[in-house]
């Protein structure tokens, strides 16, 4: 059996630790938040390391990206130093491919097409399901500068925010991450702010938590393009008139777990460093391991 685990700066509230086969493997795939506490994620990797198939980063970002170029933010790259055996996996490669590839999975189902209109929470986060909402032609609204800075600027362009994100991404780099992403206690907090973005948009799409932080109080009619949810995020969304949620990943026992841990499930079972696959790669284990989507309806 292959022993994953999920090392999240997150709130320990949403936990949770369950047993998958997939094609005739046993995998446990277990998520531990440490509450914010850096101090713990380091105890947690060293503790671990070499006694686990693979790692997930949890309620961070190893990387984020100008379009397809890859930066490490050097305040999470210390962390992660202390996993000296077993590879560390965030998500972005997932990111990259599966996110990419939902998105053309939802505009085959009829629910996008090029006159939706969908507010991308942190394009440098996601850009692979960034890239997919203009490919399909959707009208995009990048909310980097007011999600992840504070700054109330919008960004309608992909031009403009590739521009942007040149110029910002090199400083926020060096930020440390606490002043980029909610973390511990801070990730139950929802401050509304930024509501007429939530209303222009047909689609909000990215990390769960981000877009929660700022969440209104009515999102009638809406489409939720994420990940990580459990069944207190689905109530929370259905209560704010949420139509649909769409994860990017599948549901194991009434919850989706993140990108980084499905991720760390793929380099369990090739045996592989994330960086050692290459992106047709990627795309090939997702359909031989029959990684995809969710569409709920709530």
């Given at each position: 059996m292959k022993r994953v685990v999920s090392i999240s700066l997150g709130s320990s509230k949403r936990d949770k630790k369950v047993e998958v086969e997939i094609?005739?493997?046993?995998?446990?795939?277990?998520?531990?938040?440490?509450?914010g506490s850096q101090e713990k994620m380091i105890?947690?990797?060293k503790e671990l390391d070499g006694k686990v198939d693979a790692f997930g980063l949890g309620g961070a970002d190893l990387y984020?990206?100008?379009?397809?170029?890859?930066?490490?933010?050097?305040?999470?790259?210390?962390?992660?130093?202390?996993?000296?055996?077993?590879?560390v996996c965030d998500g972005q490669y997932l990111k990259d491919t599966l996110e990419k590839k939902t998105v053309?999975?939802?505009?085959?189902?009829?629910l996008i097409d090029k006159n939706t209109k969908v507010l991308i929470i942190s394009g440098v986060s996601r850009y692979g399901s960034a890239e997919g909402f203009v490919e399909v032609g959707c009208k995009t609204l990048f909310g980097d500068l007011m999600f992840s800075l504070g700054i109330p600027i919008p960004i309608y362009s992909h031009k403009s925010f590739l521009f942007i994100a040149s110029i910002v991404v090199p400083i926020a780099r060096n930020l440390p991450y606490e002043w980029l992403y909610p973390t511990g206690k801070s990730q139950e907090e929802v401050i509304p702010k930024y509501e007429k973005?939530?209303?222009w948009a047909d689609v909000i799409a990215g990390d769960f938590l981000y877009m929660k932080r700022h969440m209104p109080e009515d999102l009638s009619g809406k489409i939720i393009f994420t990940n990580t949810t459990t069944l207190e995020d689905r109530e929370f969304l259905k209560k704010r008139g949420v139509k649909l949620v769409v994860t990017t990943t599948p549901e194991f026992d009434g919850r989706t777990f993140g990108t980084n841990v499905m991720e760390a499930l793929i380099c369990a079972y090739t045996e592989k460093r994330p960086d050692e696959l290459k992106e047709e790669d990627y795309y090939r284990l997702i359909d031989e391991l029959?990684?995809?989507?969710?569409?709920?309806?709530?």
């Open positions: 094609l005739g493997e046993k995998f446990i795939l277990e998520r531990i938040g440490t509450d105890e947690l990797f984020i990206s100008v379009g397809k170029r890859r930066t490490t933010l050097k305040s999470i790259e210390k962390l992660i130093q202390y996993a000296k055996i077993t590879p053309f999975f939802i505009r085959d189902r009829g973005y939530y209303k029959n990684i995809k989507p969710d569409i709920i309806e709530l």
